[in-house]
């Protein structure tokens, strides 16, 4: 055998072909119907990470009870390719019902909400309530030291309010991501 | 999943009409009712603690046989080679935890293969989920990536109603496997069968079948202008059943087009016409890439695109308007985009492109193809499936051809399978492959191991065909246990052992590749091959030179038990055509040019 002999440095090998150059990546949010069975979320979120996409976002909870249907929002960001190939993927699964690309195939509306505490006293207290109010958040607890604020709108909106927070004592979000329909009077996959 | 009946309900129903009243039984039992309902006759499994309730079912009836594996990967290959030799759903019966785990190889060759299987799965006690049981595993957790659905049974309502849905599933759309795993307290409770006809399914899951006609008819238009076109085809034109073959051969008839295929194609034309171009891809022919990369119309009827077909995508066919036919919707666009998809089933499909070509009277460009034809013919020139012959030393391609010489005198059907390496392309290319479902081989996964219980499972359904698994002497020692299930069910399987010691595949890498750093392809200590096939109670048989080759064949060919033989070849033979890595259909290597190859390039 040759193996002693030393050998020149090759550059690294693959038995696959080099990675494609990739395109611009956008931002897109599906609606998923799904069955609400055992691990049907496993199956989309499995799904997401086994093929490598990505969730910025996810949110799920039963909208219909009498059929036992899910509503699923994801927030994905990846090339037309990756996004046309979530679809197809996420249609194919068995207790997908529909899936809805609301970026692509329609106007829609978005919301997301938010809990924001914020603990701080003195003028700060005053400063937050002033905030608040203008972003038309909702305390929804207080203590002497501390407001929760209830905020909903776009992701943009929230992320600003949570911004305008942090300075004046900002200790702790809870979001909920994504809630995102439609707009006029179809529902999905009409 | 659709509810079950509430009691109330069923009570209801009952008052009314007490015939119509569901049979009461076990979990157990039903498992078996139903799998008789969907026209099971063979399930290869392995017993354990947690499926003893349904084997006790299997060992009251007469109607399914069951045929023990020595492992429960065996079980799941040998379901394969059944469905995929005989076009039904192939089933599979093993217990929790380590019979679930081991099944997992044979589940993901199932999927990436697009093969029609059914696997029960027995799992503890419902009450004994989650707490780290004895043999516990999470089977659904463990199974959702590599099946097509899977489902977890906790109502023994429910039971054959997921059955009957499993095989549906199985088999529709873009075939795959399905697992059941069943808690031993469900197989042992009473619960009301559900028969075939009223099982509650999915009701949306309704794969798309039909094509769309005006794509079809954009089809056949491009094909009736294209002046260099080529049929691609693939698994999905064998998964379709034998109609889809018959309508293809019809189109190619009729067209005049070449054609070639993948892999998991061969079959579906025949290998002997003169328009076959033979396999494309990483070892496919000259002829074939060649006319890939050059055409100007590609017809691709139920293949996707795989990365060992394609070799380097930015290069892959520059010039053609691609036409893609698949049932699979996340198959379309996902490694080539294509000018024209058609979502439907392969063969309505070709016949539907059969029928437009026929009712618009559409006739080829027959100058253009002419020309095509005889650049084709000057590919083909190149005979790049030629090797040094030798007198001394047997070449795994002669020893191939020989085969095929004396499969081609046999009158019985030939089936073949194999393991996984350089003797499965060689199969591909020297075996003679003219009918659907007759060859069987680990194509997307690329399983070692699948050959032997792959041809127990087709000469199961098989029993007076020729089935013989074309092995490696790596390949076949991954699964060699299931020599013995052959023994046990008196099946003549034939293994015809290319051997050179080595993980051919992968020294054949390192030598082009990785600077003839041999690491760990050799195998230092193989097992007496002949002496092993008797130890099992089977025939061991084996050829050194050349001139041993025949009478050996001939004898393995008249064998009435499993039999190895063992085929001393060149240690040193390449595979070649060879597309090597990151290159294109028109960059490939050919045997002559191998000493040429500049080894740092790739």
């Given at each position: 055998?040759?193996?002693?002999?030393r050998?020149k440095?090759?550059?690294?090998?693959?038995?696959?072909?080099?990675?494609?150059?990739?395109?611009?990546k956008?931002?897109?949010?599906?609606?998923?119907?799904?069955?609400?069975e055992?691990?049907?979320?496993?199956?989309?979120?499995?799904?997401?990470?086994?093929?490598?996409?990505?969730?910025?976002s996810?949110?799920?909870?039963?909208?219909?009870?009498?059929?036992?249907l899910?509503?699923?929002?994801?927030?994905?960001?990846?090339?037309?390719a990756?996004?046309?190939?979530?679809?197809?993927q996420l249609?194919?699964?068995?207790?997908?019902?529909?899936?809805?690309?609301?970026?692509?195939e329609?106007?829609?509306?978005e919301?997301?909400?938010?809990?924001?505490?914020?603990?701080?006293?003195?003028d700060?207290?005053?400063?937050?309530?002033?905030?608040?109010?203008?972003?038309?958040?909702?305390?929804?607890?207080?203590?002497?030291?501390?407001?929760?604020?209830?905020i909903t709108?776009?992701t943009?909106?929230?992320?600003?309010?949570?911004?305008?927070?942090?300075?004046?004592?900002?200790?702790?979000?809870?979001?909920?991501?994504?809630?995102?329909?439609?707009?006029?009077?179809?529902?999905?996959?009409? | 999943?659709?509810?079950?009946?509430?009691?109330?309900?069923?009570?209801?129903?009952?008052?009314?009409?007490?015939?119509?009243?569901?049979?009461?039984?076990?979990?157990?039992?039903?498992?078996i009712?139903?799998?008789?309902?969907?026209?099971?006759?063979?399930?290869?499994?392995?017993?354990?603690?947690?499926?003893?309730?349904?084997y006790?079912?299997?060992?009251?009836?007469?109607?399914?046989?069951?045929?023990?594996?020595?492992?429960?990967?065996?079980?799941?290959?040998?379901?394969e080679?059944?469905?995929?030799?005989?076009?039904?759903?192939?089933?599979?019966?093993?217990?929790?935890?380590?019979?679930?785990?081991?099944?997992?190889?044979?589940?993901?060759?199932?999927?990436?293969?697009?093969i029609?299987?059914?696997?029960?799965?027995?799992?503890?006690?419902?009450?004994?989920?989650?707490?780290?049981?004895?043999?516990?595993?999470?089977?659904v957790?463990?199974?959702?990536?590599?099946?097509?659905?899977?489902?977890?049974?906790?109502?023994?309502?429910?039971?054959?109603?997921?059955?009957?849905?499993?095989?549906?599933?199985?088999?529709?759309?873009?075939?795959?496997?399905?697992?059941?795993?069943?808690?031993?307290?469900?197989?042992?409770?009473?619960?009301?069968?559900?028969?075939?006809e009223?099982?509650?399914?999915?009701?949306?899951?309704?794969?798309?079948?039909?094509?769309?006609?005006?794509?079809?008819?954009?089809?056949?238009?491009?094909m009736?202008?294209?002046?260099?076109?080529?049929?691609?085809?693939?698994?999905?034109?064998?998964?379709?059943?034998?109609?889809?073959?018959?309508?293809?051969?019809?189109?190619?008839?009729?067209?005049?087009?070449?054609?070639?295929?993948?892999l998991?194609?061969?079959?579906?034309?025949p290998?002997?016409?003169?328009?076959?171009l033979?396999?494309?891809?990483?070892?496919?022919?000259?002829?074939?890439?060649?006319?890939?990369?050059?055409?100007?119309?590609?017809?691709?009827?139920?293949?996707?695109?795989?990365d060992?077909?394609?070799?380097?995508?930015?290069?892959?066919?520059?010039?053609?308007?691609?036409?893609?036919?698949?049932?699979?919707?996340?198959s379309?666009?996902?490694?080539?985009?294509?000018?024209?998809?058609?979502?439907?089933?392969?063969?309505?499909?070709?016949?539907?492109m059969?029928?437009?070509?026929?009712?618009?009277?559409?006739?080829s460009?027959?100058?253009?193809?002419?020309?095509?034809?005889?650049?084709?013919?000057?590919?083909?020139?190149?005979?790049?499936?030629?090797?040094?012959?030798?007198?001394?030393?047997?070449?795994?391609?002669?020893?191939?051809?020989?085969?095929?010489?004396?499969?081609?005198?046999?009158?019985?059907?030939?089936?073949?399978?194999?393991?996984?390496?350089q003797?499965?392309?060689?199969?591909?290319?020297?075996?003679?492959f003219?009918?659907?479902?007759?060859?069987?081989?680990?194509?997307?996964?690329?399983?070692?191991?699948?050959?032997?219980?792959?041809?127990?499972?087709?000469?199961?359904?098989?029993?007076?065909?020729?089935?013989v698994?074309?092995?490696?002497e790596?390949?076949?020692?991954?699964?060699?246990?299931?020599?013995?299930?052959?023994?046990?069910?008196?099946?003549?399987?034939?293994?015809?052992?290319l051997?050179?010691?080595?993980?051919?595949m992968?020294?054949?890498?390192?030598?082009?590749?990785?600077?003839?750093?041999?690491?760990?392809?050799?195998?230092?200590?193989?097992?007496?091959?002949?002496?092993?096939?008797?130890?099992?109670?089977?025939?061991?048989?084996?050829?050194?030179?050349?001139d041993?080759?025949?009478?050996?064949?001939?004898?393995?060919?008249?064998?009435?038990?499993?039999?190895?033989?063992?085929?001393?070849v060149?240690?040193?033979?390449?595979?070649?055509?060879?597309?090597?890595?990151?290159?294109?259909?028109?960059?490939?290597?050919?045997?002559?040019?191998?000493?040429?190859?500049?080894?740092?390039?790739?």
């Amino acid at each position: 055998m040759t193996g002693t002999k030393r050998q020149k440095k090759t550059k690294s090998v693959s038995v696959y072909a080099p990675a494609p150059i990739q395109a611009e990546k956008e931002t897109h949010i599906l609606a998923v119907l799904v069955n609400n069975e055992p691990g049907v979320l496993a199956r989309v979120i499995g799904l997401f990470s086994g093929r490598g996409y990505n969730i910025e976002s996810l949110t799920v909870a039963e909208t219909d009870q009498d059929q036992h249907l899910s509503r699923i929002t994801i927030v994905s960001t990846g090339t037309p390719a990756v996004i046309n190939q979530i679809k197809a993927q996420l249609d194919r699964l068995v207790p997908v019902l529909e899936v809805s690309d609301l970026t692509v195939e329609t106007a829609y509306v978005e919301r997301e909400l938010a809990l924001v505490k914020v603990a701080c006293s003195g003028d700060k207290r005053i400063e937050a309530l002033r905030s608040a109010d203008i972003f038309r958040a909702r305390a929804v607890d207080s203590t002497l030291e501390s407001f929760v604020f209830e905020i909903t709108g776009t992701t943009e909106k929230v992320n600003a309010f949570i911004d305008l927070m942090r300075p004046l004592g900002l200790v702790d979000v809870s979001r909920t991501g994504i809630a995102a329909i439609s707009r006029g009077k179809d529902p999905i996959g009409a | 999943m659709a509810k079950a009946k509430t009691k109330k309900e069923d009570e209801k129903v009952a008052s009314i009409d007490a015939k119509k009243q569901p049979k009461e039984m076990t979990g157990a039992e039903m498992v078996i009712e139903a799998l008789i309902e969907q026209g099971v006759d063979t399930i290869f499994g392995y017993p354990g603690g947690a499926v003893l309730p349904i084997y006790d079912e299997i060992f009251k009836q007469k109607k399914i046989k069951h045929v023990l594996v020595r492992q429960e990967g065996g079980a799941l290959h040998a379901a394969e080679g059944y469905a995929r030799s005989t076009g039904k759903v192939g089933c599979a019966l093993v217990t929790s935890g380590p019979g679930a785990t081991n099944a997992v190889t044979g589940l993901t060759d199932a999927m990436l293969d697009s093969i029609p299987v059914v696997c029960i799965t027995g799992q503890v006690p419902t009450f004994l989920i989650g707490t780290d049981g004895f043999q516990e595993a999470d089977t659904v957790g463990i199974t959702r990536p590599c099946t097509k659905h899977n489902y977890l049974v906790k109502d023994p309502d429910e039971l054959a109603s997921v059955v009957h849905e499993a095989f549906h599933i199985a088999r529709s759309g873009r075939p795959g496997p399905v697992v059941i795993d069943i808690p031993k307290d469900v197989q042992f409770a009473k619960g009301a069968y559900t028969t075939k006809e009223k099982a509650v399914m999915h009701t949306h899951y309704q794969p798309p079948i039909d094509p769309d006609m005006e794509a079809i008819e954009k089809a056949v238009e491009l094909m009736a202008e294209a002046k260099r076109p080529v049929f691609y085809t693939g698994g999905g034109v064998i998964n379709t059943g034998p109609g889809g073959s018959v309508e293809l051969r019809e189109l190619v008839k009729l067209t005049g087009f070449p054609i070639t295929s993948t892999l998991m194609g061969l079959g579906a034309y025949p290998a002997n016409d003169k328009q076959w171009l033979g396999m494309l891809g990483m070892h496919g022919t000259y002829e074939a890439n060649w006319a890939m990369h050059d055409c100007d119309v590609m017809i691709n009827i139920g293949a996707r695109f795989d990365d060992r077909v394609t070799g380097r995508i930015d290069k892959f066919s520059p010039n053609s308007k691609k036409i893609h036919v698949d049932i699979d919707v996340s198959s379309i666009n996902k490694n080539v985009i294509v000018d024209l998809p058609i979502l439907a089933d392969a063969e309505r499909a070709i016949r539907a492109m059969k029928e437009v070509w026929k009712k618009k009277g559409y006739k080829s460009d027959q100058k253009a193809l002419g020309e095509w034809w005889k650049q084709i013919d000057h590919w083909r020139a190149k005979n790049c499936l030629a090797y040094k012959k030798d007198k001394k030393v047997i070449k795994p391609q002669y020893a191939l051809e020989r085969l095929r010489h004396f499969m081609e005198k046999d009158k019985r059907d030939c089936y073949v399978t194999t393991e996984v390496g350089q003797h499965q392309m060689w199969a591909a290319q020297f075996l003679p492959f003219n009918e659907p479902n007759r060859w069987m081989t680990s194509g997307g996964l690329g399983t070692m191991g699948y050959g032997l219980p792959a041809a127990i499972g087709a000469q199961m359904a098989h029993p007076d065909a020729f089935v013989v698994d074309v092995a490696g002497e790596a390949s076949i020692l991954m699964n060699i246990q299931e020599m013995s299930t052959a023994v046990q069910y008196r099946l003549p399987v034939k293994i015809f052992i290319l051997n050179n010691q080595w993980m051919g595949m992968v020294r054949q890498w390192q030598e082009l590749l990785h600077g003839e750093r041999y690491s760990e392809s050799y195998t230092e200590s193989l097992p007496d091959f002949v002496k092993l096939a008797e130890a099992y109670g089977g025939i061991g048989l084996r050829a050194e030179t050349p001139d041993e080759l025949d009478d050996v064949i001939k004898e393995m060919m008249t064998t009435d038990r499993v039999t190895i033989v063992d085929v001393l070849v060149d240690q040193k033979e390449n595979c070649f055509p060879m597309i090597p890595s990151g290159k294109a259909h028109n960059e490939m290597i050919l045997s002559p040019d191998a000493d040429k190859f500049d080894k740092t390039l790739v």
